[in-house]
């Protein structure tokens, strides 16, 4: 009912940047919070930054100052700008979004993820 499809991955050397943005479709009625989440192999996945549908946005403390969450209400598309990536930063990125469904339902709905890898 609710796809959600991530792109703007990639590899980077520290320091550098990427953006990376999710596009939403379907029987989407309305999102609430979006969210961007991040995994590595072997450990759980953690949240990296959240926003609101009026704007308001949090951040882990790992990320706050180098990455800005932002979406597009109009669109249903989230984005994530990263700056200052580092090592650690590397991980596949998931973007995560509460849709209230055309049926009034609500759906926690997941995208598939996007490799982020930034070199040292």
């Known amino acids: 009912q609710v796809q959600l499809v991530e792109s703007g991955g990639g590899l980077v050397q520290a320091g550098g940047s990427l953006r990376l943005s999710c596009a939403a479709s379907?029987?989407?009625?309305?999102?609430?919070?979006m969210a961007w989440y991040r995994q590595t192999p072997g450990k759980r996945r953690e949240l990296v930054a959240t926003i609101t549908r009026y704007g308001t946005t949090n951040y882990a403390d790992s990320v706050k100052a180098r990455f800005t969450i932002s979406r597009d209400n109009a669109k249903n598309i989230l984005y994530l700008q990263m700056n200052s990536l580092k090592p650690e930063d590397t991980a596949v990125y998931y973007c995560?979004?509460?849709?209230?469904?055309?049926?009034?339902?609500?759906?926690?709905?997941w995208g598939r993820g996007t490799q982020v890898t930034v070199s040292s």
């Open positions: 379907g029987s989407i009625l309305s999102i609430n919070t």
């Open positions: 995560n979004a509460a849709v209230i469904l055309i049926t009034h339902s609500v759906d926690d709905s």
